[in-house]
């Protein structure tokens, strides 16, 4: 079995709604901001919000990422943490994230098994750090 056979994105969106926002890194916030031509400094006063000490995305009234518009307008800069989407560390630390996850993405299967879903996981992390 192959990744994508327990992941194909649907392009819904629902990933990018959410969820307690996304995180972004000094380095992913100078890729976005030269993206959306701004400096660093003006695009987390404009574009995010901060929360524990750290920025995050900001969202809209609709609760989605403010750069979704049907598709995700900064797809070639977006964050680590979008591209990871849905192979993240708390699929490892428990399972039950998956089938959370699974709950609100079409592209999730859940008819495999846990100690698969945990393989694919594990090697698609390790292709991205």
Known sequence: M???DI???QQCG???KGFGGTFVTEKEIEKIAAR???DPKTFVEKYCRVSGGKPLLGQGKDKYCIFWEGLCSIHPVKPR???NWPFLK???VDINNWHIMASLCPGIRT???DSTIKAHVAQELSKNS
Request: hydrophobic share 30%; aromatic share 4%.
């Open 2 to 4: 192959k990744t994508k």
């Open 7 to 9: 992941f194909k994105c």
């Open 14 to 16: 629902d990933c990018c």
């Open 36 to 38: 959306v031509d701004t």
């Open 81 to 83: 943490m979008c591209k």
């Open 90 to 92: 708390s699929v490892l």
């Open 111 to 113: 008819d495999v098994p």
